[in-house]
């Protein structure tokens, strides 16, 4: 299914209006729906749609088996006779020869990394070919797109070659969780708000994930049919999809989410962990976890300078893998045999605080949606990101879930979770705000976001500035 997206459509569709042929690159993670937003784009604007797509990284690939698999795509969808490519020279040759030019075509060169990943020359073969054969076509949109985003930025993007080619660059976010209910289809106004949120904080706003939701069942046994069931679709996602994007590179990637998954840190904490240097090396690791969506370096202004925070605090953005490695994974013997098959998920130990901090990630990724409903208005936004000072001599230290600053303002966002929210929250934001440091001149303005009841004398304190029902981010 099809949901949200349209703004993408929008901007895809108003390259048409140009005179000229258009070169884009669409990256993000797996599943998260950036071939299917090509599709849609061919289907609702082109009169051509021409597909192909790298095969994944095993054991004995080489690169006559991509250009093989690339020529028989080109036959099957143009009915040519079938050529033996020696080179990507070649294989771009027959694709411009197969294109119409009278027509709107839409070509989509798919995991374009894992295409080019066994022939160093691959981005020149492909820059020549669009500087000489498809950029003279002026109805003709190229799209790479790929969910290795570090390699398409460093072999392409980054490659003077195609400096000034591109007329556009996507890196596809999750989907927002306003148009997630449609994932619910007709059932979605039965359905409760806290099982919607439950659903999303273990799964982000992933369509492939989304797709796979039961309606007919509730949070708890999707969760469990899908998580804690040797057949379920999320149990073996991971492996699957992590060794896919990152190959060589996954065991180390996969040390650094298991690290994040305990809390956020700093580069220099992650690898004095891990017991490995703190090198540019691994900096790239942190580098290619952040483009693929997987990390977020949650930099973020100080508030008591106005300027950036001096160290990068990464924290592990990604809801399905933090819940994975959380709750998943150290659980993967008893699920591979079935241990969980009657089981409730949320009898599993410490499961209201495994969610409970998974809604605050939610919350925090979609940071965007909730500015107008805590009252920014139309202010510049200069930082939004979880704030965290250490103890010092200078006074205790603070962490508050969320810092929104605005030239003027700061807002101190609290999450919850929780059945009955009640004023012992004001305490513990009065605590937290106690111990924030601001520069002169700079408001600071409480505000809960919750999913929950809210105790009637909270909500009649006025001590929030706001006070936002997370059904609100659903678009209840």
Not at 76 to 89: A, D
Not at 425 to 440: F, I, W
Not at 444 to 459: N, T
Request: aromatic content about 10%.
């Amino acid at each position: 299914m099809f949901v949200g997206r349209n703004e993408f459509l929008d901007d895809l569709s108003a390259l048409w209006r140009k005179s000229t042929s258009s070169l884009v690159a669409c990256r993000g993670r797996r599943r998260i729906g950036k071939s299917t937003l090509i599709e849609r784009f061919a289907e609702k604007t082109a009169e051509v749609f021409l597909s192909f797509e790298g095969l994944p990284p095993r054991k004995g690939m080489t690169n006559r088996d991509q250009l093989d698999n690339f020529g028989s795509s080109l036959a099957r969808q143009t009915s040519s006779p079938r050529h033996i490519f020696e080179n990507w020279h070649d294989a771009f040759f027959w694709l411009n020869e197969a294109i119409d030019g009278r027509k709107r075509t839409v070509v989509l060169l798919d995991e374009i990394s894992w295409m080019g990943a066994y022939d160093p020359d691959f981005p020149g073969y492909l820059k020549n070919a669009w500087d000489k054969l498809l950029h003279r076509h002026d109805r003709l949109v190229v799209v790479v797109c790929g969910s290795v985003s570090a390699w398409i930025k460093r072999n392409i993007l980054d490659n003077t070659g195609f400096a000034g080619r591109f007329s556009r660059d996507y890196i596809l976010p999750e989907l927002p969780l306003s148009v997630c209910p449609a994932f619910w289809g007709a059932t979605a106004e039965k359905v409760s708000t806290r099982e919607m949120l439950d659903v999303l904080s273990v799964t982000g706003g992933v369509p492939r994930y989304l797709e796979e939701i039961d309606p007919g069942l509730s949070a708890d046994e999707n969760i469990r049919r899908l998580f804690f069931t040797p057949q379920g679709k999320l149990f073996k996602e991971f492996d699957d999809m992590f060794s896919a994007v990152f190959g060589d590179a996954a065991v180390t990637k996969k040390a650094i989410l298991e690290s994040l998954a305990e809390g956020p840190q700093s580069g220099a904490e992650i690898s004095a962990g891990l017991g490995v240097a703190n090198t540019g090396h691994f900096a790239e690791h942190l580098r290619a976890l952040a483009e693929g969506g997987f990390i977020s370096a949650d930099t973020g202004l100080n508030p008591e300078t106005g300027k950036s925070a001096r160290i990068d605090r990464y924290r592990l953005r990604d809801n399905y893998t933090r819940f994975y490695l959380r709750c998943v994974e150290p659980r993967k013997n008893e699920i591979a045999v079935g241990g969980y098959r009657l089981a409730s998920v949320e009898q599993l130990p410490g499961w209201d605080a495994i969610m409970g901090l998974a809604f605050e990630n939610l919350v925090v990724n979609n940071w965007k949606e909730l500015l107008p409903l805590m009252g920014v208005g139309s202010a510049i936004v200069e930082s939004a990101a979880p704030y965290r000072r250490g103890s010092s001599e200078n006074g205790k230290g603070v962490q508050i879930d969320l810092l929104v600053q605005t030239p003027r303002t700061a807002y101190a966002v609290e999450i919850k979770r929780k059945n009955r929210i009640g004023r012992e929250v004001e305490a513990e934001m009065e605590r937290k705000l106690s111990r924030l440091k601001v520069r002169k001149g700079l408001s600071v303005r409480p505000v809960l976001v919750y999913d929950g009841e809210l105790d009637p004398q909270l909500a009649g304190s006025g001590y929030f500035a706001a006070t936002v029902d997370a059904a609100r981010l659903l678009g209840r």
